[in-house]
C-alpha cells in the first residue's frame, strides 16, 4: 500500500526509492527515540534494581552515552525528514504525511486489540 502511494508521489525511480527508504527509517527510528530517554528515566527512578546487563562506568557516563545516541537518532530522522536541498513539498512532505499515517494506523491497531483483550 505504501509503495503505491509513493509509487503516485514519486517522479522517477530514485525519488521513489529516496522516499521509501527514508520512510521506513523514519519509523523504525521512532522506537528508539523513544528508548534512549526512557532508559535515562529508568536509571533514575530505579537506580538500585539488579539487571542481567550493565554498561560499566560512572552513571553520568550511562547517561552521556544515551544522551548521544539520542542526539544521532534524532539527527537522522531530521536528515531523512528535511533532506537539504530539496524542495519541502515534494520530498519531505510526502515522508511527513505516511510516517503520521503509519503512527496513527499503529495506535488504532494497539486501542483496538486493548479493548478486545479487556472483553
Do not use: C, H
Amino acid at each position: 500500500m505504501i509503495v503505491l502511494v509513493y509509487g503516485l508521489v514519486a517522479r522517477s525511480a530514485s525519488g521513489l526509492f529516496w522516499s521509501i527508504l527514508s520512510f521506513s527509517t523514519v519509523v523504525g527510528s521512532f522506537s528508539y527515540v523513544i528508548l534512549f530517554p526512557v532508559y535515562v528515566i529508568l536509571r533514575k527512578k530505579d537506580a538500585g534494581a539488579k539487571r542481567p546487563y550493565q554498561v560499566p562506568g560512572p552513571e553520568w557516563f550511562r547517561i552521556s552515552l544515551a544522551v548521544v545516541a539520542e542526539l544521532f537518532v534524532l539527527f537522522t530522522v531530521v536528515v531523512l525528514i528535511i533532506q537539504p536541498g530539496e524542495g519541502f513539498i515534494e520530498n519531505s512532505l510526502p515522508i511527513i504525511v505516511g510516517t503520521a499515517a503509519a503512527v496513527i494506523a499503529g495506535e488504532i491497531i494497539i486501542s483496538r486489540s486493548a479493548k478486545a483483550r479487556r472483553a
